[in-house]
């Protein structure tokens, strides 16, 4: 997740800008697969010759930053103040009252306030 929009203007750009590379790589590959003609295209000798082996392999499954909150006005998920988990955040400032996640931007009302830590 970048931060961004705050005073210090202390943005990663080298790591965005490889970012990116690696999502617009994921995109022509996902595109290829759209189409099963073109899928063929990707199960070639560079590929192959490119790709490491991954032995012993599983599935796995890693945190990554996403928020949770009471939307209003989603176009996928209808109602007000809903109860929702964003997809993965890729940037956010909190000076700016905005999100990124990977599918839209979130305008950012109040934050949590823990009412247990109010004594």
Request: hydrophobic share 40%; charged share 30%; glycine share 6%.
């Given at each position: 997740?970048?931060?961004?929009?705050?005073?210090?203007?202390?943005?990663?750009?080298?790591?965005?800008?490889?970012?990116?590379?690696?999502?617009?790589?994921?995109?022509?590959?996902?595109?290829?697969?759209?189409?099963?003609?073109?899928c063929?295209?990707?199960?070639?000798?560079?590929?192959?010759?490119d790709?490491?082996?991954?032995?012993?392999?599983?599935?796995?499954?890693?945190?990554?930053?996403?928020?949770?909150g009471?939307?209003?006005?989603?176009?996928?998920?209808?109602?007000?103040?809903?109860?929702?988990?964003?997809?993965?955040?890729?940037?956010?400032?909190?000076?700016?009252?905005?999100?990124?996640?990977?599918?839209?931007?979130?305008?950012?009302?109040?934050?949590?306030?823990?009412?247990?830590?109010?004594?």
């Amino acid at each position: 997740m970048y931060h961004f929009g705050n005073a210090n203007g202390d943005l990663d750009h080298d790591g965005i800008s490889l970012d990116i590379e690696r999502l617009e790589g994921l995109v022509a590959d996902l595109m290829a697969v759209k189409f099963p003609f073109d899928c063929r295209r990707l199960y070639n000798e560079r590929t192959l010759s490119d790709a490491p082996l991954l032995e012993d392999w599983r599935q796995a499954v890693r945190p990554v930053p996403r928020l949770v909150g009471f939307s209003t006005g989603h176009p996928l998920l209808p109602g007000c103040e809903r109860p929702i988990v964003t997809s993965d955040i890729w940037l956010f400032s909190e000076e700016l009252r905005l999100a990124r996640s990977m599918s839209r931007w979130y305008r950012l009302g109040n934050p949590f306030r823990d009412m247990s830590k109010d004594n």
